[in-house]
């Protein structure tokens, strides 16, 4: 994966916004809010017969509304806002709301806990710093509320408060809460934001086979329409050759379109390795999918060494597997992963028959850290390298990313994988088998990815050609 981070460098950093919150999101949360002060404030002075000030209050009111009618005027509503600008906004909310909570009798309110939403919304939202000041702003504001603030009297003048112990439970409770949203909020958030990233990277590698796929289905199916012209102009040529041999001016230039014709014939060829895009090639032998997926990695210094039979008792005919690019794309990324890690020797065993196919990849290399086995195909999932890992393989980034796209396009295919080591790490060089490193096993209901009886004898009907 260090191409495609190389390539979009900005997508896979920590520091990568893609999820800038609307102007708009923040004008309709604050109506509401609006609508929620006035209907609570009036229902306080109308049914419960609270006395306020409602000059103050109705002022304090006023300038939320006003700061929402500002907003409205000078930006689009589409308007992305930046960190910087959420956090203001959030934090004259946290101030607006602290404000009317101090003329309505502070922590005795029990709309006091409102202001968890702020917190919530810019632990969503924002990186982590302006995070923890909305946050920080929000318990300092409680804690003053607690303290100072108008106490609630009724209009016959009874005074509303509760008792100290029940005052700083709700604090506490304010506090703790706001604490633990957002912390909840941010790893929830920060959960959904990397499965994003690696699911839209994913996307683009998928994207990426499936063009190479078709740009060799292209460039054969070239190959094989031009292949007949190109072999009238190369005997027409001959045939000029041989009657121009009194004209040597002439004979050259019809010995240049010969030679021409044969470079043509010969870059087509090697071009087009992926095949025509027939209808017979969109399935292949077992063993030819496994070939195709490796062979970007035969000649990398390691051996890679094939083993392909039935399980016992079954028919010896290998299974014609669909050539989806996921499939390839997935089996070639977790054999790179076998060749990068491996000391000298990879091998690709396949088992198979009428209930299942299944591959598995081995090396012998030293394994997976015992303690990320169970967390592979995490994305975006780091863990410290050591000093020989690192020498090893210095471009490695070790995020995770490669595995994780591997594993989705498998599942996506029907299969199931499994990750594990093949011995004890503990062992000494001398104690370890051959076959000592990581294992990867694909396993696939047959029915998933192998072409049916009835499907291998089906007429193919018609190649139709390629568009678009």
């Not at 006395?51 to 992305?80: E, H, S, T, W």
């Not at 700083?168 to 990397?194: D, M």
């Not at 008792?313 to 890690?341: K, S, W």
């Not at 000093?387 to 994780?404: C, I, S, T, V, W």
Request: charged share 20%.
């Amino acid at each position: 994966m260090a191409e495609m981070t190389d390539r979009f460098p900005s997508l896979f950093s920590e520091t990568a916004r893609i999820d800038f919150i609307r102007l708009r999101t923040f004008v309709v949360l604050r109506w509401i809010a609006i609508i929620g002060q006035i209907i609570a404030v009036s229902m306080a002075v109308i049914t419960f017969e609270i006395a306020l000030d409602l000059g103050l209050v109705f002022l304090v009111i006023g300038a939320l509304i006003a700061a929402n009618l500002i907003a409205m005027a000078i930006y689009p509503q589409n308007k992305r806002l930046t960190d910087r600008e959420a956090a203001f906004m959030l934090l004259f909310d946290i101030l607006q709301l602290s404000v009317l909570l101090y003329l309505t009798g502070g922590l005795n309110n029990p709309f006091a806990l409102l202001i968890l939403a702020p917190v919530t919304i810019a632990a969503s939202v924002l990186d982590l710093r302006a995070a923890l000041l909305v946050g920080a702003i929000a318990i300092i504001a409680v804690s003053i509320l607690g303290f100072h603030h108008v106490p609630l009297h009724t209009r016959d003048g009874n005074e509303l408060h509760l008792p100290p112990i029940f005052i700083f439970g709700f604090w506490a409770s304010i506090v703790i809460g706001a604490i633990f949203l957002g912390f909840y909020a941010r790893l929830v958030t920060n959960e959904i934001r990397s499965m994003s990233h690696a699911l839209l990277a994913t996307q683009m590698a998928l994207d990426r086979e499936q063009k190479l796929t078709d740009l060799g289905g292209v460039v054969a199916a070239a190959a094989h329409e031009l292949g007949t012209p190109l072999a009238t102009i190369k005997l027409a040529s001959t045939e000029l050759l041989e009657d121009l041999e009194a004209h040597p001016e002439l004979a050259e230039d019809a010995r240049l379109i010969r030679d021409q014709a044969d470079r043509c014939r010969d870059i087509l060829r090697s071009m087009g390795q992926a095949g025509k895009e027939d209808l017979m090639l969109r399935y292949a032998p077992l063993s030819a999918l496994l070939e195709e997926a490796a062979a970007p990695h035969m000649d990398r210094g390691k051996a890679v060494h094939f083993d392909i039979a039935p399980d016992p008792g079954e028919p010896a005919q290998e299974p014609e597997m669909r050539r989806a690019p996921e499939i390839i794309h997935g089996l070639r990324t977790l054999i790179q992963n076998a060749v990068d890690f491996a000391k000298g020797n990879v091998w690709i065993e396949a088992r198979y028959s009428h209930e299942r196919i299944a591959v598995r990849i081995t090396d012998d290399g030293e394994g997976f850290p015992a303690h990320l086995i169970g967390r592979i195909g995490d994305p975006f999932m780091r863990h410290g390298k050591s000093a020989e890992e690192q020498a090893r393989r210095p471009e490695y980034e070790g995020m995770g990313l490669g595995l994780f796209i591997a594993k989705t396009l498998l599942e996506r295919s029907g299969a199931s994988l499994d990750f594990a080591n093949c011995s004890d790490p503990f062992l000494s060089a001398d104690e370890r088998p051959e076959k000592c490193g990581a294992v990867a096993i694909v396993r696939w209901p047959y029915h998933a990815i192998a072409m049916d009886e009835a499907e291998y004898r089906h007429a193919l009907g018609e190649n139709r050609p390629l568009t678009g």
